[in-house]
């Protein structure tokens, strides 16, 4: 149904806190031109005003035809009146793992883009037929029963610089595409999305020949009330020494059957091994068994070693693997995944791991951490130092904890625990989405925002 279309854009508008500058990203295929069309006529309409639209196509150079077909969706937004840019995938591509690195890429340049057209926020075409795709896919990599389970998230925080909207997860792409074709709009077909190479490919057509979708065991307002849960027992339960070391309270440690507090512990750990995901369901259960057993001693798992004490439990990278980090002159570089260190000299410096006992350990000593957890720990931290051996003095460097879970990828409903991780490591919090969150900070809701529903209800 057509209209089911525009009502899914009028109802993304309400959702709002304020009007703003939404960019539309859009490749030139029936999602994300459906989506301009909608948002055009929407805001055209004056469903609501203030509003004002803006579109970015991204040239990935994987195709020959890439740059004719950005240039022809330039020439549909400049009928339109829409203010467009194309932003290419300069360099070198990845042999493996393209279509994850051109994800990267792809929120990246749309970020970029934002900015160059002052937008607020990006919105996206993706389609309850990528929902299931996504939770088909989770499903057959494990990670489909729990909080993955939820699928795609209505809104996602980039980088924590801007959010990424999908107001159209309640629509299917038979809608979109009929929407289209009553207004006389064509659309490209990406010839990749036929490679079944590519994973989703696959899946997409194992859904075809299948009697029934998949259903998502866990709706956005489970996880995100999963979320809210997880975060109180981080603040409950959890405290974190120089951003280094966790110190976990032995009577909540062993409590791994506990799925929210499972993955507020494993969280944790996965920061303090700079990990952007948590471990597979073997590491779990691995983990979980030690944990439980209850007896004092150490295990090693995702970098990260689990130091059980008499009197409590204690998290803190490995120190193998430390590899050293140039950083040029005003430059920002990451290290070991855990550290955001910006360079404040004029001249190149070095982060490496300790070679001997430093300040890091009388530190974690003075905090009152058991000298064992100490040492052990302060190998792993970051020490700076000039590239060139002949320069002397101390260094000026900005350092700051990085939260590899969230700082690239943030879901909304997940934004609570991210704050609590993020607070428990010193950083601020992350900025809130540009509309309406219905999930409170205890995790209610009904069920997601207005725009993620069946959008048979928005008619």
């Known amino acids: 149904m057509p209209e089911t279309v525009i009502a899914a854009a009028r109802q993304f508008l309400r959702s709002f806190a304020k009007p703003c500058r939404i960019l539309a990203a859009v490749s030139g295929g029936s999602d994300s031109k459906g989506l301009l069309v909608a948002l055009h006529s929407a805001i055209g309409n004056g469903d609501r005003e203030g509003f004002s639209l803006a579109a970015c196509t991204i040239d990935h150079g994987l195709r020959p035809e890439s740059a004719e077909e950005a240039a022809a969706v330039a020439a549909f937004c400049a009928e339109l009146g829409i203010p467009h840019l194309v932003r290419r995938w300069q360099g070198d591509k990845p042999q493996t793992g393209i279509q994850a690195a051109a994800r990267q890429k792809r929120y990246e340049l749309l970020a970029d883009a934002a900015a160059a057209l002052d937008a607020d926020c990006i919105a996206t075409g993706h389609t309850r037929d990528d929902q299931l795709e996504t939770i088909a896919m989770r499903r057959a990599r494990g990670e489909g029963y729990g909080p993955g389970g939820a699928g795609m998230a209505s809104t996602m925080l980039y980088g924590r610089r801007i959010w990424v909207l999908r107001p159209f997860l309640g629509l299917s792409r038979a809608d979109i595409r009929g929407f289209l074709t009553a207004r006389g709009v064509e659309w490209f077909d990406d010839p990749s999305n036929a490679n079944p190479r590519f994973e989703r490919v696959r899946v997409r057509s194992e859904l075809k020949g299948s009697q029934e979708a998949p259903i998502a065991p866990w709706s956005a307002a489970q996880r995100a009330a999963s979320s809210a849960r997880a975060a109180a027992l981080i603040e409950s ?223």
């Open 237 to 459: 339960h959890v405290r974190v020494h120089e951003t280094i070391v966790a110190e976990v309270e032995l009577a909540q440690a062993g409590n791994m059957n506990d799925a929210d507090w499972r993955r507020a512990l494993l969280s944790v750990a996965a920061v303090l091994g700079g990990r952007n995901h948590l471990p597979g369901h073997a590491t779990i259960e691995r983990i979980s068994g030690f944990l439980q057993k209850g007896m004092p001693g150490r295990m090693t798992a995702g970098g990260v070693v689990y130091d059980r004490r008499p009197n409590g439990l204690y998290l803190y990278r490995e120190a193998r693997s430390l590899s050293a980090c140039v950083i040029d002159p005003g430059a920002t570089s990451v290290w070991d995944g855990r550290f955001n260190v910006t360079n404040g000299e004029r001249h190149p410096v070095v982060v490496t791991a300790p070679q001997q006992d430093s300040q890091w350990n009388q530190r974690l000593i003075d905090a009152g951490l058991p000298p064992g957890v100490a040492k052990r720990a302060a190998r792993a931290a970051p020490q700076i130092a000039p590239a060139q051996a002949e320069i002397a003095g101390s260094i000026r460097a900005k350092v700051e904890c990085r939260i590899a879970l969230y700082d690239t990828f943030l879901p909304g409903f997940d934004r609570t625990m991210a704050d609590a991780v993020a607070l428990l490591f010193g950083r601020e919090r992350y900025p809130a989405p540009p509309v309406h969150d219905l999930f409170d900070r205890n995790g209610e809701g009904p069920g997601g925002l207005p725009w993620q529903r069946d959008a048979r209800t928005l008619c």
